[in-house]
């Protein structure tokens, strides 16, 4: 499929059917499934178990833990926009 890019200051000049297919174009975007970053950042799952760790030693059971570790490694695996595509998703 041919990709066309509009110039926003003309887009008053677009036919319906451009402008039909730039809807759809942007909706596959939208769709499309996040793929895994090249370099993972896994500074925050690092740091969630880190403290997870911390707290245990202290005598401390941290709250909602496999909650805050899933959500770190998601981003770290797809970046924090990946909550937008999933939110999307969910129900």
Avoid: C
Wanted: proline share 4%; charged share 30%.
């Amino acid at each position: 499929m041919k990709t066309t890019t509009y110039n926003t200051q003309r887009v008053s000049e677009l036919t319906d059917e451009q402008l039909e297919a730039e809807l759809k174009r942007r909706k596959k975007v939208k769709d499309a499934k996040p793929t895994p970053l090249e370099t993972p950042n896994f500074s925050g799952v690092i740091a969630t178990v880190t403290e997870y760790i911390d707290s245990l030693a202290e005598g401390h059971e941290p709250k909602d833990i496999k909650q805050y570790t899933f959500e770190a490694a998601v981003e770290a695996v797809y970046g924090r926009s990946v909550w937008n595509w999933i939110n999307s998703r969910e129900r």
